[in-house]
């Protein structure tokens, strides 16, 4: 039997090249040496308001552009986190396990906590869902972007919490990151990661931005008061936009850009993300030609995965003496 895969992305904003480079190109690479699960974590999304309109057309929207971006749907599983309502009841059983104190140190949430005029109990919990979805599917391999390491530290400390209280009911999920790309930082200050919710035009690159504005934003991307590049004491905006760069095509080597003015590197590095993005929006436009194409995907998503979930979820009711129909 193939080792699972599963991972998400929250359908709250436009999705940038720091989604694609960290999370999307890996499970693309990867999916056909696993039994790939990739979700749409909209229970996650609404940790933080949503605007329901925007929040239903960007569900289908990053559904499409999983699929733009290389994920086969008939090789892997492209699922909506709030269809499948498993998530949301194994997360139930998950919090019972899990000490407040670990949710209260965790990173992000604290980030996060600190812009919201009132905090909702869904962002304190926001990684016990997140362990929940892996969980759920036994997942051994999870492939993210850095940041979410300390999630999957709390996915696994809490499956174990779980398994040895009332016994092996859960596979440890690893976390698997890419090479190149793990942490791609904002354009207009590399000192930030790039994230779908940070204002400022110049911050990000979306994967739907036309080629004009890819070559706008990399032109303008703050760098430093150097001339040309010096892989020593170059800034972190010039580490990014090489990361960038090497992770959109392999031939843009450190050693092949040193020396290089900066003005030359960013038509470079702009040149090979466009190329990047060409497929994956022309890809988009004819995925989202036809309305009814993505509905399909994901049910047929729920019907693969469905069983699965409900296994697991019976197993661990049974492990915690809850009641189970025979
Ligand atoms: P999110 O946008 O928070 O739903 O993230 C979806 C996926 O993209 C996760 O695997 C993240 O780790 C990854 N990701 C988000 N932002 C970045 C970034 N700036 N660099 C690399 N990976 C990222
Ligand atoms: N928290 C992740 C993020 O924002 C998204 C996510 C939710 C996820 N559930 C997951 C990622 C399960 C991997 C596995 O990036």
Redesign the pocket.
């Known amino acids: 039997m193939k080792a699972r895969v599963f991972?998400?992305?929250?359908?709250?904003?436009q999705?940038?090249?720091?989604?694609?480079?960290?999370?999307?190109k890996s499970w693309a690479e990867i999916q056909s040496r696993y039994e790939s699960i990739f979700c749409i974590?909209d229970l996650?999304?609404v940790t933080i308001y949503q605007n329901p309109e925007e929040l239903s057309a960007k569900i289908r929207e990053t559904a499409a552009l999983f699929i733009a971006a290389g994920i086969d749907p008939q090789q892997s599983s492209i699922i909506v986190q709030s269809s499948i309502s498993g998530h949301a009841e194994l997360a139930w059983l998950l919090t019972c396990v899990t000490p407040v104190g670990w949710l209260n140190r965790m990173t992000q949430y604290k980030a996060k906590a600190e812009k919201q005029e009132t905090v909702s109990d869904g962002l304190l919990q926001y990684p016990v869902l997140m362990a929940a979805d892996i969980l759920l599917y036994q997942a051994s391999i999870v492939?993210?972007?850095?940041?979410?390491s300390q999630h999957l530290e709390l996915a696994r400390d809490v499956a174990q919490r779980f398994n040895s209280l009332y016994g092996e009911t859960f596979v440890m999920p690893a976390t698997h990151l890419?090479t190149v790309?793990?942490?791609?930082?904002?354009l207009d200050d590399p000192t930030q990661?790039?994230?779908?919710s940070a204002p400022g035009a110049g911050h990000?690159i979306s994967l739907l931005d036309e080629p004009k504005i890819v070559q706008k934003k990399i032109v303008r991307a703050t760098t430093d008061s150097q001339p040309e590049v010096n892989l020593e004491t170059m800034g972190p905006g010039i580490a990014n936009l090489l990361t960038i760069g090497l992770a959109c095509d392999p031939s843009l080597t450190r050693e092949s850009v040193a020396g290089m003015r900066y003005g030359d590197l960013k038509k470079r590095i702009a040149e090979a993300v466009i190329a990047r993005l060409a497929p994956i929006q022309q890809r988009y436009r004819e995925i989202t030609a036809d309305p009814s194409y993505i509905d399909g995907v994901l049910r047929e998503g729920k019907a693969r995965t469905s069983p699965i979930a409900e296994d697991t979820l019976r197993t661990a009711k049974r492990a915690m003496g809850l009641y189970v129909l025979r």
Do not use: C, F, T
């Open positions: 991972s998400g992305v929250q359908p709250s904003g999705l940038h090249i720091g989604n694609y480079l960290g999370a999307l974590v996650h999304a492939p993210v972007g850095e940041d979410q890419p790309g793990a942490r791609i930082m904002g990661k790039m994230s779908k990000a």
